[in-house]
């Protein structure tokens, strides 16, 4: 009995495709009215086709700042919000010299705390600021400068502290592609996608409290301005517990649990693995928290210093996406065990994710995607990255963006059950799919916690993470003829 097609229904939060099945004349008139300057509804086949040509309309247009978008509780008020703890031990008091550490490092608006020794009296006083850099030509702030105290006496600084960027909006793209069609017209009249981005919109405005202290300016911060810490230190004690770095944003959780840092000596950063010597310092997070301590032995002498960077993570929730029948309008339950390769838009080597025998040199992948061979052009790419061998090793080739995390608590399958031919488990960094079920779970959202760290190094088992930009959902053949759905 011939089996019939199954009609599938992609529901997606973030990108809309819209996609209307024609069959007659009118219909396309019907459509087409919906795309302003791309087809005149008083023209003819002659007329659409020529206009078809043409490059895709795109819309332009600001959210309401009372919208919320992908359900990912991101909101339009405010393009940054940020808060948190910063501890400064008084055993940062030395023989040397000053001490200091920073956060977040923005010139426009930032923390800093100093703990300054006088070389006459040995005595020492903290002075924290809040605003542009006090370290800037002529910066706008706010200070607090403390008693002098004896060695013995330093107190702690334990303060909470907030930065809040306002005035920043989500725009929003839609673009609405041309037909896709056949050689005796169109099977589908419109593609629309929307994408968001943010877009700092005047008067821009910046307010911040450290502890006591309270500052605002109307500077401009992008959205994706990285996060510097800073630290500098001289010490005699081992085992010390120096910084102690809490952060919270209102988009996302920050989570840090990745990161082992090692410096050593004058040397601002060294290989993790390093055996512990004198001068040890390293930086360990945990959670939201990241930890700036000395090793198990006293470095006295020794000038460590930290300065690196870190950017907002990428997030992603998936729990509006799934497949469902013709016209159903949410995720039919009877697809849960369908696998899906989260995809870039890239192509990546897996002999190459995991250091393998592959020749492709460092960096190299992954590559874009282009089905006319892209940056690849001996090759031709075909229609699915799983279609493509490796001109390095011969590898069968696979979709980037979702890699195979032993962190991730999900239900990794089988290579056998996929379109990448082989048996056995998925190595760990290595490209591979999730059921939906899974994809529903982890993605609700999932914020990054190993690619926005890219400066710094990690603990033993965590490994590069997924995607590096916008998300799509690359349905695997196998699964989908395993569930009864017929692939062309």
Not at 350 to 378: N, T, V
Request: hydrophobic share 40%.
């Amino acid at each position: 009995m011939k089996r019939t097609l199954t009609s599938l229904t992609i529901l997606c939060c973030v990108t809309v495709l819209a996609w209307a099945g024609v069959a007659i004349r009118g219909k396309v008139v019907q459509n087409r009215a919906t795309m302003t300057g791309i087809v005149d509804e008083r023209e003819g086949w002659a007329r659409y086709e020529e206009q078809m040509k043409h490059l895709p309309l795109t819309c332009n247009f600001t959210i309401p700042r009372e919208c919320r978008v992908a359900k990912t509780q991101v909101v339009t008020e405010d393009a940054m919000e940020l808060s948190g703890n910063l501890f400064f031990s008084g055993l940062h008091a030395n023989d040397f010299g000053d001490c200091h550490f920073v956060a977040p490092g923005w010139a426009e608006c930032t923390l800093y705390v100093e703990l300054e020794r006088d070389a006459v009296t040995a005595k020492f006083r903290y002075w924290c600021t809040l605003g542009e850099d006090p370290r800037l030509a002529m910066p706008d702030y706010v200070e607090y400068l403390s008693p002098w105290y004896d060695k013995a006496d330093v107190p702690n600084i334990d303060w909470d502290f907030t930065i809040n960027v306002t005035h920043s909006r989500l725009h929003r793209t839609r673009t609405i592609k041309t037909w896709v069609g056949s050689a005796t017209g169109p099977t589908h009249s419109t593609e629309s996608c929307i994408a968001d981005e943010w877009q700092a919109e005047k008067p821009y405005s910046v307010t911040a409290t450290f502890g006591a202290l309270s500052w605002n300016k109307a500077n401009e911060i992008p959205i994706d301005t990285p996060v510097g810490v800073e630290h500098q230190l001289h010490w005699n004690y081992a085992d010390t517990e120096f910084v102690r770095l809490t952060l919270d944003s209102s988009s996302f959780e920050w989570d840090f649990s990745a990161i082992e840092d090692h410096c050593y000596g004058a040397y601002a950063t060294a290989p993790k693995g390093t055996a512990h010597g004198e001068g040890d310092m390293y930086v360990e997070g945990s959670g939201n928290v990241l930890t700036f301590q000395s090793g198990p032995a006293p470095g006295v002498g020794q000038h460590p210093y930290f300065s690196k960077l870190f950017t907002h993570p990428f997030a992603a929730d998936f729990t509006e996406l799934g497949l469902g029948k013709w016209q159903e309008q949410t995720h039919n339950a009877t697809y849960d065990p369908v696998l899906v390769w989260v995809w870039d838009g890239k192509i990546t080597c897996p002999e190459w994710q995991i250091g393998g025998a592959c020749a492709a040199p460092a960096g190299f992948f992954p590559q874009p995607w282009a089905s006319d061979g892209g940056l690849l052009a001996a090759y031709d790419y075909g229609t699915n990255p799983l279609d493509f061998a490796c001109p390095f090793c011969g590898s069968q080739m696979r979709p980037s963006g979702m890699n195979k995390e032993p962190w991730v608590g999900a239900a990794w399958p089988d290579t056998s059950e996929t379109d990448w031919i082989s048996v056995g488990a998925f190595a760990d960094g290595s490209a591979a799919p999730l059921p939906i079920s899974e994809l529903h779970s982890v993605f609700s959202p999932y914020a990054q916690q190993i690619a926005p760290y890219s400066q710094w190094d990690f603990k033993a088992g965590y490994v590069r993470e997924f995607w590096g930009g916008a998300l799509a959902w690359l349905y695997d053949r196998k699964s989908l003829r395993a569930n009864l759905i017929d692939v062309a």
